[in-house]
């Protein structure tokens, strides 16, 4: 049976179950729902097992997408060690992760649905899954969309029954279908679509393998016109004309027969029947016939060796259109049905992904895209929210906000807004050095510190005790040395870190140690400082108040506040580290202390710039005329 003359069966012979009204209007005009008889092993043989279209097709599909690996997250975080992520990775004892889901794609596309199967105690994380096959399973319908329960038949007889849940349309089988215009209960599979093209190009294999087998030549006819002693034509009986047939079969045909000599005696005539190019022209046929089974399971035909189908200038860009129309479209299929029906076991704050990323066909494309973002980001033509957007991540507080190119910052603040990054990090060196510049004046020595006070112009030395050790520094008094050193290390020292920063710094680095999670080496370097109240450079300060700023976002995840599950959260001790909401604070008000004095000091440098500047007649404001200038006068 054809695949078109088996469809029309289905269509014909099908249990039809009258529609039933539901509780509600909305549910009133539910369709009919159609349960298939033969159609998938009958479509599955003359379309996956004896078409090599269709069998490379769904293969490119299957395989590429069971490629692409899962990744689990709470909030925008990944988490690499899970239960979900080992069940997935092992389903169960007979499929690894790549066979499981190339099975699980692989019954989608052929039959329109897959079935995922769970095990386990009930109201528990599930042991274990498998994948069940479509033609075996039957949808028992119910008076309203979701169905009563699933049936799994084997060889006629029910041989188990999952029940679903009429509120929540939950069970311990999980259906993955296609779009079906006119069914309710049963997807609609790209095999069936192309059904009418899958027999063309099946028959036009078959035809050309029959004409091979008869030595590349058309059939004939072996013409008799016998006569009657008076020379009339007489006509031969069955028993001669079977004897006939039978001696030509089996002295003619066959490919071991082909091209021998037919030897014809008496009235025997025999006339060749000859085909016109165009009607022998199957190649052809064959050709658009496999471009429309390509073109209805989403492979460009490049890819199942179509000759003269070069619709991409390469292979690359062809396979790089199947991922991203087809592919990944089926991932985010399956992506969105997993955390509806399998995720949500393991607790509601997690989200499973695939790393599409990850996907070496698209690789290239995604750095174009990220390249493209971040410029328009720093050109002020979009907003960071909607390059994150772009990119498949989550908005972050203050993401709205539009920056001048130069420096980030955002427009319509109070604070001066015209120097880039560097420009702010360089004017808080310059304006209040550094931590280093302080510790150089600092001595165990009294030598030294003469020494140094020789070099900045004073003599003597005085001493204090800090941490309960006598240092030495320059100058006979501090305040002696504070006017020669100048105000950019006094100012230096007023970035001292308070007793709430240092606790929670403290508190941060004890939940790292214990949990063995969040921050990194640089997290727990700062930490170090604040404990230990060290004097930070402005740098320093600016950095802590850009590390705030951009992972403000963290507080909204769950395991951020005490009580809550997971706490503390990787964010969490992250925020921590650098201080908590007391280094937030006090980040900010010193950023801003930094801005202000920026904003003086560019001010001061643009007065004496414009005192500079020419005079309507040529001559320098604020400054003596040269002789030659007073000449030109």
Request: charged share 25%; aromatic share 8%.
């Amino acid at each position: 049976m054809g695949l078109k003359e088996a469809w029309k069966a289905l269509i014909n012979d099908s249990i039809v179950i009258s529609r039933k009204e539901g509780p509600v209007i909305a549910y009133s005009n539910v369709g009919t729902q159609v349960q298939p008889k033969e159609s998938y092993a009958d479509l599955a043989k003359e379309g996956y097992q004896e078409n090599a279209i269709v069998y490379r097709c769904v293969n490119e599909i299957a395989n590429g997408a069971a490629s692409v690996k899962f990744g689990l997250f709470r909030g925008d975080q990944p988490i690499e060690d899970h239960p979900l992520l080992d069940l997935l990775m092992r389903p169960n004892p007979m499929n690894s992760q790549s066979e499981f889901f190339q099975e699980v794609y692989s019954y989608l596309l052929l039959a329109g649905n897959s079935y995922i199967l769970k095990t386990g105690a009930e109201d528990r994380e599930p042991s274990e899954l498998y994948t069940l096959r479509p033609d075996r399973i039957k949808i028992i319908p119910s008076k309203r969309e979701i169905p009563m329960s699933f049936q799994y038949i084997v060889n006629g007889q029910v041989s188990a029954n999952y029940d679903v849940d009429q509120s929540t349309g939950s069970s311990d089988v999980k259906q993955i279908m296609l779009f079906n215009p006119l069914d309710d209960y049963y997807g609609l599979s790209p095999l069936k679509a192309a059904s009418v093209d899958i027999d063309q190009h099946n028959l036009s294999n078959k035809h050309n393998v029959m004409l091979l087998m008869n030595g590349a030549r058309p059939s004939g006819a072996v013409v008799y016109r016998p006569k009657d002693e008076s020379g009339s034509n007489t006509m031969l009986t069955d028993t001669q004309r079977e004897q006939l047939r039978g001696d030509l079969l089996q002295r003619f045909e066959g490919s071991n027969n082909a091209g021998r000599t037919m030897i014809l005696e008496g009235d025997f005539d025999y006339k060749e029947m000859g085909m016109s190019p165009k009607d022998m022209d199957f190649t052809g046929m064959k050709n658009f016939a496999a471009r429309d089974i390509a073109l209805c399971f989403g492979v460009p035909s490049q890819l199942v060796g179509i000759p003269d189908s070069n619709t991409y200038s390469n292979m690359q860009e062809a396979r790089l259109a199947l991922y991203e129309e087809t592919i990944i479209p089926m991932l985010k299929h399956i992506e969105s049905d997993l955390n509806e029906w399998l995720v949500p076991m393991y607790g509601d704050d997690l989200t499973l992904k695939y790393l599409v990323d990850d996907i070496p066909a698209i690789t290239e494309r995604r750095r174009m895209i990220y390249d493209n973002v971040i410029t328009a980001v720093d050109k002020g033509i979009i907003t960071r929210n909607e390059a994150r957007e772009r990119l498949g991540l989550e908005p972050i507080t203050g993401g709205d906000e539009v920056y001048i190119p130069a420096n980030l910052f955002p427009l319509g603040s109070e604070t001066p807004q015209a120097q880039s990054a560097d420009d702010v990090n360089k004017f808080a060196e310059e304006a209040y050095g550094t931590k280093e510049e302080i510790e150089e004046d600092v001595f165990t020595t009294e030598e030294e510190a003469e020494e140094r006070s020789e070099e900045i112009g004073c003599i003597g030395y005085h001493s204090m005790t800090e941490d309960g050790k006598t240092i030495y520094m320059p100058c006979e008094t501090h305040e002696e040395y504070n006017s020669l050193a100048g105000s950019k290390q006094m100012k230096a020292l007023s970035f001292k870190p308070t007793s709430e920063m240092a606790s929670n710094a403290e508190q941060a680095l004890n939940w790292r140690k214990e949990f063995n999670r969040g921050g990194t080496a640089v997290g727990s370097t700062r930490a170090t400082q604040l404990v230990n109240k060290e004097n930070l450079s402005a740098r320093t300060v600016l950095r802590m108040y850009s590390f705030f700023s951009r992972h403000e976002v963290d507080k909204q995840a769950q395991g951020f506040r005490s009580g809550e599950k997971g706490f503390p959260s990787a964010g969490r001790i992250a925020w921590g580290l650098w201080g908590g909401d007391e280094g937030f604070a006090w980040s900010k008000r010193k950023r801003n202390e930094i801005m202000k004095d920026k904003e003086k000091n560019d001010t001061i440098s643009l007065q004496t710039a414009r005192s500079e500047d020419f005079s309507q007649e040529g001559i320098p404001r604020g400054k003596p005329t040269t002789q030659k200038l007073r000449k030109a006068n």
